[in-house]
């Protein structure tokens, strides 16, 4: 059974920093590509960042991107997203998200987790 | 990247179908074979629906069907039950930024 585990939210200031996790179990993890997708409160679903199978490919929302860093440690079966100078507008739930397809960035995504809530706040 | 657009809300009795509306242009649902549909119960994951258009996951009931046409894709639902009540989204591979999701849609079963 696929599984997706995130943490490592919770309340951080306007410039500060924080990292999630996501740990993956219930399939091969070295072999898909991997995101993040957030949904602020009340508000809709906003594709964040993918990473591609073996890290070497990453892709970011402009919301985010020289901000935010996706990585993966495939022999730790973990994902990861450093969020530096989160702003206020990131506060949101953050959810790591299993791609369907092996070989393409351009996949749905076929599992979710059940997602970690990140407060940006002074 | 702009979201793509989708009624904010659609209702239907039980037994009846409904359809979800998703807008985009031809950078991103037009243009491409990649949309897909999820289903959110709030508080829980989401799941996934259909994929590129019109395929259906292994465990999805045949009363979800997705088509497109131009640049606005669709997702219908049959024999609407009270389970089906949940918020919907389309997302769609975009050029400029690979993922985009729709604004969403919250289902109500009356």
């Known amino acids: 059974e696929v599984q997706l585990l995130e943490s490592g939210g919770g309340l951080v200031q306007p410039g500060g920093s924080l990292r999630l996790s996501c740990a993956a179990s219930?399939?091969?993890?070295?072999?898909?590509?991997m995101s993040w997708v957030r949904q602020a409160p009340g508000k809709g679903l906003e594709w964040v960042s993918t990473?591609?199978?073996?890290?070497?490919?990453?892709y970011y929302a402009d919301s985010v991107k020289g901000r935010f860093t996706i990585s993966r440690d495939n022999s730790k079966n973990t994902l990861y997203l450093q969020m530096n100078s989160p702003r206020v507008e990131d506060t949101a739930v953050y959810y790591c998200?299993?791609?369907?397809?092996?070989?393409?960035?351009?996949?749905?995504?076929?599992?979710w987790g059940q997602g970690t809530l990140v407060t940006v706040s002074s | 990247q702009s979201a793509l657009t989708q009624p904010a809300s659609v209702s239907g009795s039980p037994g009846q179908s409904i359809t979800i509306s998703c807008t985009g242009t031809?950078?991103?649902?037009?243009?491409?074979?990649?949309v897909s549909w999820y289903q959110h119960h709030p508080g829980k994951a989401p799941k996934l629906m259909i994929y590129?258009?019109?395929n259906r996951p292994s465990g999805v009931s045949n009363r979800f069907s997705g088509s497109k046409s131009g640049n606005t894709a669709s997702l219908t639902i049959s024999g609407l039950q009270a389970e089906d009540e949940a918020d919907y989204y389309c997302?769609?591979?975009?050029?400029?930024?690979?993922?985009?999701f729709g604004t969403g849609t919250k289902v109500t079963v009356l």
């Open positions: 998200a299993k791609g369907k397809v092996k070989t393409t960035v351009i996949t749905p995504f076929d599992y």
């Open positions: 997302s769609s591979y975009t050029s400029s930024s690979i993922h985009v």
């Open positions: 590129e258009v019109s």
């Open positions: 990473l591609s199978a073996s890290g070497a490919g990453t």
């Open positions: 219930g399939f091969t993890f070295s072999s898909y590509v």
């Open positions: 031809s950078s991103d649902v037009g243009g491409y074979n990649y």
